[in-house]
């Protein structure tokens, strides 16, 4: 890894990912990579090597902040907090009497050479991450702008546009956008970042999160306020989305609050990892709390699972799905369905995202209601690569009764007329060995011995492998 010049001047299941079988490692983490529903949120513990002065051993941004702010008011080492909390505490107390936050960052930065201080695993996950384009937008709990800093390094030198937001300023939120060109990295502020004064002389609000409460007080004010859309918006970033938090360092009661706040009810809480790092695990309150959650992995040092998401993004295994993936995305699904089996469809459809990276397109989740729909689905069938029909126990009955005129039907002739690769899948009491089947072949051209394999929904592992094979070719 070539080392980065960096200017840190203010700029305007229950478990863990711990097993001893490496190739089961690197999948699990090489299939997190690939989803396309992940959101990073990298936090203030994992921004500096550990021996890092000013950090007492944590190597936590936030700490080499408060330090650096009480040399620049002569604070002597007796009366400065040791505890997280009470350095929050001290940190808005100073800051609201002689407003000294940037100044002091700024001459602490000024004379301190940090990039010997950055922690190694942090830059490789990042520039890996960049590299690769696995890394399309990254959160931060941060309000110094550290991580910033090292992420538009990174993009500079892969000649990448870096956007940034910050959430806790005016209308940031609402001008937000996920920018999926692999030539743009978006950088969001969630705590605010100190520097960013704009348009803020008239506001009453604090600029950046000092404490616990001010956490609490931001939060709400994302998900209550409605008049500038904010709550819709705060629900579009952050529900149902895969959450990595990484070095996020909270306490018990605050974690719980803003994880709860993101997931958006009880039912979410768990999809996603939270990587801090504790010397004593089993002692740690906050650890053995959220090992009971079902669902959400736990790993006990943050730089270390940095360290290897970083390995997996070089992997010749991930590289190959990278491909594959993205032939699958240049390609894509239609999924073909009966009204009335709309659940049945909602899982396969879920099934070949969530597991097999596949863009599938379903009416219900693409269409919007102004869409022109005949237009719209005759487009996305002429686009997709494949076609999937979904031949039910309501398909069986349609047959059985003559029924020609189903709209559904229609999407089966227009993808035998553009040539489509028709897979279909078969589900309840749909036999293809039944004489009523035979219409359905007809309809999409498949008659005498040019006939069409038909698998049940039991076998969706093979019917993916099969899809895998065709959009490969």
Not at 5 to 18: P, Q, R, V
Not at 212 to 219: L, N, P, Q, R, Y
Not at 456 to 464: E, F, L, V
Request: net charge negative.
């Amino acid at each position: 890894m070539k080392p980065l010049k960096l200017n840190f001047n203010i700029i305007d299941e229950s478990g863990d990912y711990t097993t001893s079988d490496n190739a089961e490692l690197e999948q699990a983490l090489g299939d997190t990579l690939l989803r396309n529903d992940n959101l990073f949120i990298i936090g203030s513990e994992a921004i500096f090597k550990t021996e890092t002065p000013g950090t007492q051993n944590t190597g936590d941004s936030s700490l080499l902040l408060f330090n650096a702010i009480a040399d620049y008011i002569n604070e002597p080492i007796s009366l400065r907090p040791t505890h997280e909390h009470d350095w929050h505490l001290w940190f808005k107390q100073k800051n609201m009497e002689r407003n000294i936050c940037e100044t002091a960052w700024n001459l602490f930065a000024q004379k301190t050479d940090l990039t010997d201080f950055v922690s190694e695993e942090l830059i490789s996950f990042i520039e890996n991450g960049i590299k690769y384009h696995l890394l399309h937008t990254i959160f931060t709990t941060c309000i110094d702008p550290t991580l910033e800093v090292i992420v538009r390094a990174i993009c500079q030198e892969y000649g990448k546009h870096c956007t940034v937001y910050n959430f806790k300023g005016d209308n940031q939120m609402a001008n937000y956008s996920q920018d999926d060109n692999e030539n743009s990295i978006v950088f969001v502020y969630l705590w605010g970042k100190i520097g960013d004064r704009e348009n803020n002389l008239e506001r009453k609000t604090i600029e950046y999160v000092f404490t616990e409460d001010d956490a609490m007080v931001t939060i709400s004010d994302y998900i209550k306020k409605s008049n500038d859309n904010t709550v819709a918006i705060f629900r579009q970033v952050f529900y149902n989305k895969r959450i990595m938090a990484i070095g996020c360092r909270f306490d018990d009661w605050k974690f719980r609050f803003f994880w709860y706040s993101i997931r958006g009810n009880l039912d979410r809480l768990s999809n996603g990892t939270i990587s801090y790092s504790c010397k004593t695990p089993n002692d740690d309150p906050l650890f053995q709390y959220l090992k009971m959650t079902r669902g959400l992995h736990v790993n006990n040092n943050s730089r270390q699972f940095l360290n290897k998401m970083a390995v997996v993004m070089e992997s010749d295994s991930l590289f190959e799905k990278i491909r594959r993936k993205r032939i699958i995305e240049a390609k894509g699904i239609f999924l073909s369905y009966p009204s009335e089996d709309v659940i049945s469809a909602s899982n396969i459809f879920d099934y070949f995202v969530d597991k097999c990276h596949f863009n599938t397109w379903m009416d219900t989740q693409r269409l919007n209601v102004t869409d022109r729909y005949t237009v719209v689905i005759k487009e996305a069938i002429r686009d997709c690569g494949i076609f999937v029909p979904i031949l039910s126990t309501q398909v069986k009955k349609d047959l059985l009764s003559g029924i020609n005129t189903r709209y559904y039907m229609s999407e089966w002739k227009e993808a035998y007329m553009n040539g489509r690769v028709i897979v279909p899948i078969s589900i309840g009491e749909y036999d293809y060995r039944e004489q009523y089947h035979t219409i359905f072949k007809e309809m999409c051209g498949f008659t005498g011995i040019n006939d069409i394999t038909v698998l049940p929904i039991t076998r969706i592992d093979r019917i993916a492998n099969k899809i895998s094979e065709y959009l490969s070719l």
